[in-house]
């Protein structure tokens, strides 16, 4: 089978990008990284796409007049290379109409909780965890699903929790939750690389 033609944005360190890399190099993912676009200058997931040899792009926001004219931008990049995934791997700006129309059914997204717990709007990163840790939780863990145009309501591809331990802290819980990311969205874009994920209303059916 074709290698599925994959996009990456990201805005940071890009363990998660780092992850599919080294899945695709090693043959667990009959994919290709197109291309990775990152809206941060100083994201190391762009270094991390440099050395892998991918192509990859800084998209300055503030050379655009809207969030819209800004996607428009990512749209037509992704399409001059065929792109037909699009991974969100630490991405964290908000994706216009055009795009999630764009790419309906074809955008991932990995989230560090159990949606639909400790999501939404302005729960990224660390700050999904301390609100794990102040409240007390005794599981969390990590979730990957299809975007559609709420934040992070898409229908979900796999989750898989993390025991919330009463030594925790904010980097230790930082760190079991992001080896969990990286383990289930290799999984998900290989389920999709597969051709083995169908999206039935709510529901992902995993083939
Ligand atoms: C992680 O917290 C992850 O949960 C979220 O973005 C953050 C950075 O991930 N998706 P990465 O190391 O840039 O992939």
Do not use: W
Not at 22 to 32: E, P, Q, T
Not at 58 to 66: E, G, I, T, V
Not at 124 to 140: C, Q, S
Request: with cysteine; charged share 30%; net charge positive.
């Amino acid at each position: 089978m074709e290698p599925t033609r994959i996009g990456v944005l990201i805005s940071g360190g890009g363990t998660n990008l780092q992850a599919i890399i080294d899945n695709i190099k090693n043959g667990n993912i009959n994919g290709r990284i197109e291309l990775i676009i990152s809206n941060k200058k100083d994201a190391y997931g762009l270094i991390r796409g440099k050395k892998a040899n991918i192509d990859t792009l800084y998209l300055d926001r503030k050379q655009f007049n809207s969030e819209e004219e800004y996607n428009l931008e990512l749209i037509k990049k992704f399409k001059e290379k065929n792109v037909d995934l699009v991974v969100l791997a630490g991405y964290l700006r908000v994706l216009s109409k055009d795009f999630i129309e764009a790419f309906r059914g074809r955008i991932i997204n990995i989230h560090p909780s159990l949606i639909p717990s400790f999501c939404g709007k302005g729960f990224y990163g660390e700050k999904v965890h301390k609100a794990v840790l102040d409240y007390g939780v005794k599981i969390t863990g990590a979730t990957v699903h299809f975007v559609d145009e709420g934040t992070d309501t898409g229908p979900i591809i796999l989750q898989e929790a993390v025991e919330v331990e009463d030594t925790d802290t904010l980097e230790t819980l930082k760190e079991k939750v992001l080896r969990v990311e990286h383990k289930i969205l290799v999984q998900a874009v290989k389920l999709y690389c597969q051709n083995r994920l169908s999206i039935e209303g709510r529901k992902v059916i995993i083939k």
